[in-house]
Protein backbone atom coordinates (compact mmCIF):
# COMPACT_ATOMS: atom_id res chain seq x y z
CA UNK A 1 0.00 0.00 0.00
CA UNK A 2 0.87 3.17 -0.32
CA UNK A 3 1.78 5.48 2.18
CA UNK A 4 1.47 9.19 2.85
CA UNK A 5 5.06 10.00 2.90
CA UNK A 6 4.43 9.13 -0.55
CA UNK A 7 1.80 11.40 -1.28
CA UNK A 8 3.80 14.21 0.56
CA UNK A 9 6.61 13.88 -2.11
CA UNK A 10 3.76 14.33 -4.61
CA UNK A 11 2.47 17.11 -3.04
CA UNK A 12 -0.71 17.98 -1.36
CA UNK A 13 -1.15 22.12 -1.45
CA UNK A 14 -4.39 23.50 -1.99
CA UNK A 15 -5.54 19.76 -1.92
CA UNK A 16 -8.80 18.24 -0.16
CA UNK A 17 -7.09 15.32 2.10
CA UNK A 18 -9.89 12.88 3.15
CA UNK A 19 -8.34 11.73 6.53
CA UNK A 20 -10.51 8.53 7.25
CA UNK A 21 -9.60 9.00 11.39
CA UNK A 22 -10.65 6.72 14.64
CA UNK A 23 -11.76 9.53 16.89
CA UNK A 24 -14.02 7.26 18.83
CA UNK A 25 -13.07 8.35 22.17
CA UNK A 26 -14.95 7.34 25.48
CA UNK A 27 -17.37 10.47 26.86
CA UNK A 28 -18.58 11.26 30.15
CA UNK A 29 -21.33 13.73 30.21
CA UNK A 30 -20.39 15.35 27.23
CA UNK A 31 -16.35 15.31 28.10
CA UNK A 32 -13.94 12.99 26.82
CA UNK A 33 -11.76 10.72 29.32
CA UNK A 34 -9.08 9.64 27.25
CA UNK A 35 -7.80 11.49 24.20
CA UNK A 36 -5.56 8.84 23.02
CA UNK A 37 -6.81 8.09 19.70
CA UNK A 38 -7.11 11.88 19.30
CA UNK A 39 -3.40 12.17 19.68
CA UNK A 40 -2.39 8.80 17.45
CA UNK A 41 -3.70 10.73 14.16
CA UNK A 42 -2.39 13.53 15.12
CA UNK A 43 0.91 13.03 13.18
CA UNK A 44 -0.96 12.26 10.24
CA UNK A 45 -3.09 15.54 10.21
CA UNK A 46 -0.81 18.02 11.33
CA UNK A 47 2.06 16.57 8.76
CA UNK A 48 -0.59 16.86 5.85
CA UNK A 49 -1.46 20.62 6.95
CA UNK A 50 1.98 21.43 7.50
CA UNK A 51 2.21 20.88 3.84
CA UNK A 52 -0.64 23.09 2.90
CA UNK A 53 -3.38 20.59 2.37
CA UNK A 54 -7.02 21.12 3.06
CA UNK A 55 -7.69 18.56 5.72
CA UNK A 56 -10.98 16.76 5.90
CA UNK A 57 -11.15 14.52 9.03
CA UNK A 58 -14.53 12.14 9.67
CA UNK A 59 -14.98 9.36 12.16
CA UNK A 60 -17.55 7.31 13.23
CA UNK A 61 -18.27 7.80 17.93
CA UNK A 62 -19.89 5.36 19.34
CA UNK A 63 -23.38 3.45 17.95
CA UNK A 64 -26.32 5.47 16.88
CA UNK A 65 -28.36 4.13 14.99
CA UNK A 66 -27.99 5.97 11.56
CA UNK A 67 -29.44 9.14 12.66
CA UNK A 68 -28.26 12.54 13.83
CA UNK A 69 -28.04 11.66 17.82
CA UNK A 70 -26.22 14.46 20.49
CA UNK A 71 -24.88 12.01 22.92
CA UNK A 72 -22.85 11.15 20.22
CA UNK A 73 -21.62 14.27 18.11
CA UNK A 74 -17.89 14.47 17.52
CA UNK A 75 -18.00 18.28 18.65
CA UNK A 76 -16.07 17.31 21.92
CA UNK A 77 -13.59 15.65 19.59
CA UNK A 78 -13.30 18.39 17.19
CA UNK A 79 -12.42 21.20 20.11
CA UNK A 80 -9.85 18.73 21.60
CA UNK A 81 -8.26 18.22 18.36
CA UNK A 82 -7.78 21.84 17.69
CA UNK A 83 -6.22 21.75 21.10
CA UNK A 84 -3.93 19.86 20.37
CA UNK A 85 -3.20 21.45 17.11
CA UNK A 86 -3.24 24.44 18.76
CA UNK A 87 -4.78 25.91 15.60
CA UNK A 88 -8.73 26.41 15.19
CA UNK A 89 -10.29 23.15 13.61
CA UNK A 90 -14.26 23.96 11.93
CA UNK A 91 -17.20 21.72 12.78
CA UNK A 92 -19.65 21.20 10.30
CA UNK A 93 -22.99 19.41 11.97
CA UNK A 94 -23.88 16.85 9.35
CA UNK A 95 -21.45 14.70 6.99
CA UNK A 96 -22.33 15.58 3.31
CA UNK A 97 -25.10 18.29 3.34
CA UNK A 98 -24.74 22.00 3.26
CA UNK A 99 -22.66 22.11 6.20
CA UNK A 100 -20.13 19.72 5.70
CA UNK A 101 -19.50 21.16 1.98
CA UNK A 102 -19.50 24.99 3.64
CA UNK A 103 -16.39 24.13 5.67
CA UNK A 104 -14.67 21.84 2.95
CA UNK A 105 -15.76 25.14 0.74
CA UNK A 106 -14.11 27.64 3.48
CA UNK A 107 -10.57 26.09 3.84
CA UNK A 108 -7.23 27.77 3.25
CA UNK A 109 -4.77 25.47 2.73
CA UNK A 110 -3.48 24.50 6.43
CA UNK A 111 -6.37 24.11 7.64
CA UNK A 112 -8.29 21.70 9.50
CA UNK A 113 -12.50 21.11 9.22
CA UNK A 114 -14.23 17.86 10.99
CA UNK A 115 -17.39 16.48 9.86
CA UNK A 116 -19.53 14.91 12.07
CA UNK A 117 -20.32 11.57 12.99
CA UNK A 118 -19.98 9.40 9.91
CA UNK A 119 -22.69 6.94 11.44
CA UNK A 120 -25.78 9.54 11.44
CA UNK A 121 -26.15 8.49 8.74
CA UNK A 122 -27.46 4.99 7.46
CA UNK A 123 -25.66 4.45 4.55
CA UNK A 124 -21.81 4.57 6.26
CA UNK A 125 -22.91 0.66 8.25
CA UNK A 126 -25.34 -0.17 5.27
CA UNK A 127 -24.70 -3.58 4.48
CA UNK A 128 -26.25 -3.17 1.34
CA UNK A 129 -23.70 -2.53 -0.82
CA UNK A 130 -25.66 0.13 -3.17
CA UNK A 131 -26.70 2.19 -0.24
CA UNK A 132 -23.37 2.22 1.17
CA UNK A 133 -21.65 3.11 -2.13
CA UNK A 134 -24.18 6.28 -2.68
CA UNK A 135 -23.30 7.03 0.51
CA UNK A 136 -18.69 7.18 -0.32
CA UNK A 137 -19.74 8.96 -3.32
CA UNK A 138 -21.52 11.86 -1.58
CA UNK A 139 -18.09 11.48 0.71
CA UNK A 140 -15.71 11.48 -2.39
CA UNK A 141 -17.47 14.66 -3.27
CA UNK A 142 -15.67 16.31 -0.25
CA UNK A 143 -11.95 15.45 -2.03
CA UNK A 144 -9.09 15.09 -3.78
CA UNK A 145 -7.33 12.33 -1.71
CA UNK A 146 -7.82 9.73 0.32
CA UNK A 147 -5.44 9.27 3.76
CA UNK A 148 -6.76 6.13 5.99
CA UNK A 149 -5.61 6.24 9.44
CA UNK A 150 -8.51 4.98 11.73
CA UNK A 151 -7.16 2.04 12.66
CA UNK A 152 -9.88 1.04 15.33
CA UNK A 153 -11.95 0.72 12.53
CA UNK A 154 -9.94 -0.97 9.77
CA UNK A 155 -11.97 -4.17 10.46
CA UNK A 156 -15.08 -2.99 9.54
CA UNK A 157 -16.87 -3.00 5.92
CA UNK A 158 -17.91 0.71 6.23
CA UNK A 159 -18.33 3.45 3.33
CA UNK A 160 -15.75 5.56 4.77
CA UNK A 161 -13.41 2.35 5.46
CA UNK A 162 -13.92 0.04 2.37
CA UNK A 163 -15.68 2.07 -0.27
CA UNK A 164 -14.38 5.54 -0.16
CA UNK A 165 -11.03 4.60 -1.04
CA UNK A 166 -11.96 2.74 -4.43
CA UNK A 167 -13.09 6.31 -5.68
CA UNK A 168 -10.34 8.20 -4.89
CA UNK A 169 -6.40 8.40 -4.76
CA UNK A 170 -5.58 6.03 -1.71
CA UNK A 171 -3.02 6.12 1.32
CA UNK A 172 -1.97 4.96 4.60
CA UNK A 173 -1.47 7.25 7.04
CA UNK A 174 1.59 7.11 9.28
CA UNK A 175 -0.82 5.57 12.77
CA UNK A 176 -2.03 2.38 10.17
CA UNK A 177 1.45 2.09 9.24
CA UNK A 178 3.01 1.95 12.81
CA UNK A 179 0.04 -0.27 13.90
CA UNK A 180 0.48 -2.69 10.61
CA UNK A 181 3.97 -2.97 11.20
CA UNK A 182 4.00 -3.54 14.97
CA UNK A 183 1.23 -6.42 14.00
CA UNK A 184 3.14 -8.07 11.61
CA UNK A 185 6.11 -8.94 14.56
CA UNK A 186 3.59 -10.50 16.42
CA UNK A 187 3.09 -12.97 13.60
CA UNK A 188 6.57 -12.84 11.49
CA UNK A 189 9.48 -14.02 12.92
CA UNK A 190 8.31 -13.60 16.70
CA UNK A 191 10.88 -13.28 19.43
CA UNK A 192 10.51 -15.90 22.21
CA UNK A 193 9.21 -16.60 24.70
CA UNK A 194 6.14 -14.80 23.52
CA UNK A 195 3.60 -13.87 26.22
CA UNK A 196 -0.10 -13.63 25.42
CA UNK A 197 -2.36 -11.94 28.22
CA UNK A 198 -6.14 -11.84 27.60
CA UNK A 199 -8.23 -10.73 29.78
CA UNK A 200 -12.33 -8.62 29.31
CA UNK A 201 -15.39 -9.34 29.50
CA UNK A 202 -16.59 -12.19 26.94
CA UNK A 203 -14.23 -15.29 26.31
CA UNK A 204 -16.79 -15.08 22.87
CA UNK A 205 -14.48 -12.16 21.92
CA UNK A 206 -11.25 -14.19 22.41
CA UNK A 207 -12.21 -17.37 21.33
CA UNK A 208 -10.91 -16.78 17.61
CA UNK A 209 -8.00 -15.19 18.34
CA UNK A 210 -7.02 -18.27 21.00
CA UNK A 211 -7.21 -20.24 18.51
CA UNK A 212 -4.52 -19.01 16.49
CA UNK A 213 -2.32 -17.94 19.38
CA UNK A 214 -2.07 -22.16 20.85
CA UNK A 215 0.06 -22.55 17.37
CA UNK A 216 2.30 -19.51 17.67
CA UNK A 217 2.44 -18.59 21.83
CA UNK A 218 4.21 -19.77 24.28
CA UNK A 219 2.06 -18.95 27.15
CA UNK A 220 -0.98 -17.53 27.23
CA UNK A 221 -2.05 -15.83 30.94
CA UNK A 222 -5.96 -15.60 31.52
CA UNK A 223 -8.15 -12.62 33.12
CA UNK A 224 -10.87 -10.34 32.75
CA UNK A 225 -14.29 -11.71 32.97
CA UNK A 226 -13.23 -14.42 30.37
CA UNK A 227 -11.15 -16.21 33.09
CA UNK A 228 -14.08 -18.05 35.30
CA UNK A 229 -15.90 -19.54 32.11
CA UNK A 230 -12.48 -21.40 31.86
CA UNK A 231 -12.38 -21.67 35.56
CA UNK A 232 -16.03 -23.05 35.14
CA UNK A 233 -14.75 -25.26 32.68
CA UNK A 234 -12.03 -26.94 34.82
CA UNK A 235 -15.45 -27.58 36.98
CA UNK A 236 -14.58 -25.04 39.54
CA UNK A 237 -17.40 -23.03 41.08
CA UNK A 238 -17.49 -19.36 39.92
CA UNK A 239 -20.54 -17.73 41.87
CA UNK A 240 -22.43 -15.15 40.45
CA UNK A 241 -19.48 -14.40 38.13
CA UNK A 242 -19.69 -13.16 34.57
CA UNK A 243 -19.80 -16.34 32.65
CA UNK A 244 -21.01 -18.19 29.13
CA UNK A 245 -22.08 -21.64 29.74
CA UNK A 246 -22.01 -21.91 25.78
CA UNK A 247 -18.61 -21.44 25.35
CA UNK A 248 -17.39 -24.12 28.16
CA UNK A 249 -17.09 -27.02 25.12
CA UNK A 250 -14.74 -24.65 23.69
CA UNK A 251 -12.85 -23.81 26.19
CA UNK A 252 -12.30 -27.38 27.51
CA UNK A 253 -11.31 -28.01 24.00
CA UNK A 254 -8.18 -25.34 23.82
CA UNK A 255 -7.49 -26.25 27.29
CA UNK A 256 -6.52 -29.46 26.24
CA UNK A 257 -4.69 -28.27 22.80
CA UNK A 258 -2.81 -26.15 25.11
CA UNK A 259 -1.32 -29.15 27.19
CA UNK A 260 -1.09 -31.72 24.21
CA UNK A 261 1.19 -28.83 22.23
CA UNK A 262 3.13 -27.32 25.39
CA UNK A 263 1.50 -23.88 25.91
CA UNK A 264 1.24 -22.65 29.08
CA UNK A 265 -2.56 -22.06 29.66
CA UNK A 266 -2.38 -19.91 33.04
CA UNK A 267 -5.43 -19.45 35.00
CA UNK A 268 -6.19 -17.36 38.01
CA UNK A 269 -4.96 -18.86 41.07
CA UNK A 270 -6.76 -16.66 43.10
CA UNK A 271 -9.45 -13.48 42.79
CA UNK A 272 -10.74 -10.80 44.57
CA UNK A 273 -14.83 -11.66 44.76
CA UNK A 274 -17.90 -9.38 45.97
CA UNK A 275 -21.50 -9.77 46.60
CA UNK A 276 -22.17 -7.05 44.63
CA UNK A 277 -20.93 -5.04 41.74
CA UNK A 278 -18.95 -1.79 43.15
CA UNK A 279 -20.59 1.60 42.38
CA UNK A 280 -17.98 2.95 39.45
CA UNK A 281 -19.39 6.69 39.59
CA UNK A 282 -19.00 7.31 43.29
CA UNK A 283 -16.30 4.86 43.59
CA UNK A 284 -17.33 4.09 47.15
CA UNK A 285 -15.07 1.33 48.95
CA UNK A 286 -15.79 -2.18 47.72
CA UNK A 287 -14.00 -4.40 50.32
CA UNK A 288 -13.42 -7.16 48.54
CA UNK A 289 -12.49 -10.49 49.53
CA UNK A 290 -9.58 -12.16 48.20
CA UNK A 291 -10.23 -16.13 47.87
CA UNK A 292 -8.60 -18.98 45.80
CA UNK A 293 -9.61 -19.51 42.22
CA UNK A 294 -11.42 -22.85 43.39
CA UNK A 295 -13.14 -21.30 46.56
CA UNK A 296 -15.54 -18.83 45.21
CA UNK A 297 -18.47 -18.51 47.32
CA UNK A 298 -21.97 -19.31 45.30
CA UNK A 299 -23.80 -15.48 45.95
CA UNK A 300 -20.62 -13.55 45.49
CA UNK A 301 -18.71 -12.72 41.79
CA UNK A 302 -15.19 -12.24 40.77
CA UNK A 303 -14.18 -8.58 39.95
CA UNK A 304 -10.29 -9.02 39.69
CA UNK A 305 -7.23 -11.61 39.18
CA UNK A 306 -5.77 -11.99 43.24
CA UNK A 307 -2.61 -10.74 44.19
CA UNK A 308 -0.94 -14.60 44.14
CA UNK A 309 -2.20 -14.37 40.67
CA UNK A 310 -0.59 -11.26 39.89
CA UNK A 311 2.78 -12.16 41.19
CA UNK A 312 2.34 -15.46 39.07
CA UNK A 313 1.70 -13.60 36.24
CA UNK A 314 4.70 -11.49 36.57
CA UNK A 315 6.85 -14.15 37.12
CA UNK A 316 5.61 -15.59 33.55
CA UNK A 317 6.42 -12.32 32.18
CA UNK A 318 9.62 -11.65 33.23
CA UNK A 319 11.63 -13.93 30.87
CA UNK A 320 9.73 -12.97 28.22
CA UNK A 321 10.82 -11.30 24.67
CA UNK A 322 7.57 -10.56 23.07
CA UNK A 323 4.34 -9.88 24.75
CA UNK A 324 1.19 -8.84 23.49
CA UNK A 325 -1.71 -7.81 26.07
CA UNK A 326 -5.45 -7.25 25.06
CA UNK A 327 -7.93 -7.28 28.13
CA UNK A 328 -7.93 -5.62 31.71
CA UNK A 329 -8.21 -8.27 34.70
CA UNK A 330 -10.35 -6.82 36.30
CA UNK A 331 -12.46 -4.14 36.76
CA UNK A 332 -10.18 -1.35 36.64
CA UNK A 333 -12.37 1.66 37.02
CA UNK A 334 -12.80 0.91 40.51
CA UNK A 335 -9.76 1.39 42.74
CA UNK A 336 -10.17 -2.00 44.63
CA UNK A 337 -10.50 -3.87 41.69
CA UNK A 338 -7.37 -2.59 39.50
CA UNK A 339 -4.02 -4.30 41.41
CA UNK A 340 -4.82 -7.00 39.04
CA UNK A 341 -4.44 -4.77 35.51
CA UNK A 342 -1.96 -2.69 37.55
CA UNK A 343 0.34 -5.74 37.89
CA UNK A 344 0.58 -6.72 34.81
CA UNK A 345 1.41 -3.45 33.62
CA UNK A 346 4.15 -3.08 35.73
CA UNK A 347 5.40 -6.57 35.36
CA UNK A 348 5.95 -5.16 30.90
CA UNK A 349 7.25 -1.32 32.55
CA UNK A 350 10.94 -1.28 31.57
CA UNK A 351 10.65 -4.91 29.91
CA UNK A 352 13.07 -5.50 27.83
CA UNK A 353 10.45 -7.39 25.60
CA UNK A 354 8.63 -6.24 22.67
CA UNK A 355 5.60 -5.07 24.44
CA UNK A 356 2.11 -3.82 22.54
CA UNK A 357 -1.11 -3.45 24.35
CA UNK A 358 -3.89 -4.50 22.17
CA UNK A 359 -5.89 -1.41 22.28
CA UNK A 360 -9.51 -0.69 23.79
CA UNK A 361 -9.97 -1.45 27.39
CA UNK A 362 -6.08 -2.39 27.92
CA UNK A 363 -4.88 0.85 26.39
CA UNK A 364 -7.51 2.84 28.45
CA UNK A 365 -6.77 0.86 31.67
CA UNK A 366 -2.85 2.05 31.26
CA UNK A 367 -3.44 5.63 30.79
CA UNK A 368 -6.01 6.65 33.20
CA UNK A 369 -3.77 4.38 36.42
CA UNK A 370 -0.95 6.32 35.42
CA UNK A 371 1.51 4.43 33.76
CA UNK A 372 3.68 6.14 31.13
CA UNK A 373 2.53 5.04 27.59
CA UNK A 374 6.79 5.36 26.53
CA UNK A 375 7.13 2.49 29.00
CA UNK A 376 5.45 0.48 26.60
CA UNK A 377 6.37 -0.72 23.03
CA UNK A 378 3.45 -0.07 21.22
CA UNK A 379 -0.17 0.69 22.83
CA UNK A 380 -2.52 0.30 19.95
CA UNK A 381 -5.35 2.26 19.17
CA UNK A 382 -7.93 -0.89 18.08
CA UNK A 383 -8.19 -4.01 20.12
CA UNK A 384 -11.19 -5.65 17.99
CA UNK A 385 -8.85 -4.88 14.25
CA UNK A 386 -5.53 -5.93 16.45
CA UNK A 387 -7.39 -9.69 17.47
CA UNK A 388 -8.70 -9.93 14.19
CA UNK A 389 -5.09 -9.50 12.63
CA UNK A 390 -4.13 -11.78 15.10
CA UNK A 391 -6.58 -14.58 13.97
CA UNK A 392 -5.35 -13.78 10.05
CA UNK A 393 -8.45 -12.29 8.85
CA UNK A 394 -8.27 -10.05 5.94
CA UNK A 395 -9.13 -6.74 7.03
CA UNK A 396 -11.51 -4.77 4.85
CA UNK A 397 -10.19 -1.00 5.46
CA UNK A 398 -6.62 -2.70 4.77
CA UNK A 399 -7.36 -4.15 1.88
CA UNK A 400 -9.54 -1.15 0.20
CA UNK A 401 -5.40 0.57 0.38
CA UNK A 402 -3.85 -2.08 -0.93
CA UNK A 403 -3.01 -1.16 -4.84
Known sequence: MKTIDELLAEG????????????????ADGRITDDGRIRAVLPTIKALADAGAK??????????????????????????????????????????GPAAHDAVNGLEPGQVAVIENLRFNPGETSKDDTERGEFADQLAALADVYVGDGFGAVHRKHASVY????????????????????????????KRPYVVVLGGAKVSDKLAVID?????ADRLL????????????????????????????????????????GVELLLPVDVLVSPEFPDLKTKAPANPTVVAADAIPADEE??????????????????????????????FEHPDYAEGTK?????????????????GDSAAAVRSLGFDEKAFGHISTGGGASLEYLEGKTLPGLAALED
Open 12 to 27: VDGKRVFVRADLNVPL
Open 55 to 96: VVVASHLGRPKGAPDPAFSLLPAAERLGELLGAPVAFAQDTV
Open 163 to 190: DLPARLPHYAGYLIATEVGVLKKLTEDV
Open 212 to 216: QLLDK
Open 222 to 261: IGGGMAYTFLKAKGYEVGISLLQEDQIPAVKEYIERAEKS
Open 302 to 331: GLDIGPETGKLYASKLADAATVFWNGPMGV
Open 343 to 359: AVAQALVGSPAFTVVGG
